[in-house]
């Protein structure tokens, strides 16, 4: 049976405007082609021959897929302008991008992982929150390296770090090759992750919508060096339409901090011996995002900036304190959690004096980029780091995976861009602060949150 309408909706309404993951091209829903599933029906002018066909189509049956040439229902979407895949879902769910960058070796695939596992169960259990893979074949490679740390089946074997998580590659499978006449262009594959707050007995007034979509992009730390952007790569792109720019910064890469980290011996943590000047990457991602958005030199970008600081493990002691509590904590009616945002930022404020003293350049060109700055340390795998009996390179056993702070920008990130979504704690004789987005950066005193501890 074959009706002529497109019902591509599944109870959500369509977006007006649909982001494309790969190429970031915006189009209408009903612009969207599909994917022929007819095995007869192969060759794709953009993919090459061994892609199926895609069409516009103009028969649909009852289910409300689309029927190709030979009769055959579909049930793949493919963007207008690249031809490649999309996932149901980011016709319906708000586009959310988060953009990670950062040196090489920074830590920046390692803190991803640690972050989308950990979130996978603190926004559903804490918060409420459903955190969902949108197309499991596109996440296939984060959820590895997930797996590889967390659900390792040899939990007590000492693996060396690099062998845990592989450097990110600057081509191969992790890329999208798409051949626009005589050009062709190589996109990173996103990965995408549904997010959709469950029915609450009590949503804040002016909430904003309640299911996004969130598209990550962990590119290789050489993409963000000048020059390594470019029209048949645009590995980078995705900058310019970021909602949260996460910018890794590695103290053990820094010769100053990393002095002071180790004054009394050696650290076993990270391997020695890489030193890197960090803030050159934060310039030329802010020259990207400036150029991409037609934004002038004197202009601040306008999402909000956190410069989450790497390898905890490894520099923590500089702070003085333990962090080994997260800063979140259930309501009183045990029901959503709220973020302890108050102590989200005193720490912030400790992690950039630290910086201050140190490496200033990396506060100044972070707070000359974005009016919105927050400084975030983590730790993807926690302290329990072993040398490696034979050449003493950093080892760690699965089963020691403890991480650390790991989702605070994500969820510090979404509370600042997404009103409602993520909650905040809320100080009980003070509950005009609420939400505004403008809690003062003063040090909480101890026990001032109710039971929070402050973790001093
Ligand atoms: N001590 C410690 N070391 C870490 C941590 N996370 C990563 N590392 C080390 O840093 C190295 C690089 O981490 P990656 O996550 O691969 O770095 P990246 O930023 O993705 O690097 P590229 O893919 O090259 O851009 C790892 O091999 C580890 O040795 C951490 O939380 N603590
Ligand atoms: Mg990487």
Redesign the pocket.
Known sequence: VSIATSPLSFGLPLLNRVVCPHCWERFAPEDVLWVSEHLELQGDPLLGPTHAQRFLPSRFNLAGDAIDAKGQACRVLACPRCHLTIARGLLELEPLLVSIL?A????????LASATWTLRQVLPNAFNVSFQDADPLENAILSQAEERLFLNPEPERLFP??EL?D??VLEGDTYDSVSFGQQTVRYPRPYLFSLQARPRDRIPAGSDRLSYMLYLY?N??EHFQPGQDTASQPVTRHLALSRVLLF?FDPTQDQRLRSAAYAEGPSL???AGRVSRQETILSEAAARIRRYSGLSQSESLKSPLIVVV??L??WGHLLGYDLSSEPWKASPDGWIAGLNVERILGVSADVRSLLLTYCPEIVATAESLAKDVTYVPV???GRQ?EPLPDSGK?AIRPARIQPSWVTVPFLFGLSQVVTGFIPRLVRRDKSSKSSSGSVPADRPRGGSLGAEPTGR
């Open positions: 950062g090489p070796a920074s830590g920046k695939s390692y803190f770090l690099r998580i450097k990110t962990d290789a730390g890794v943590a990270v391997e790497s390898k493990d490894a730790s993807a795998l780091i950093p």
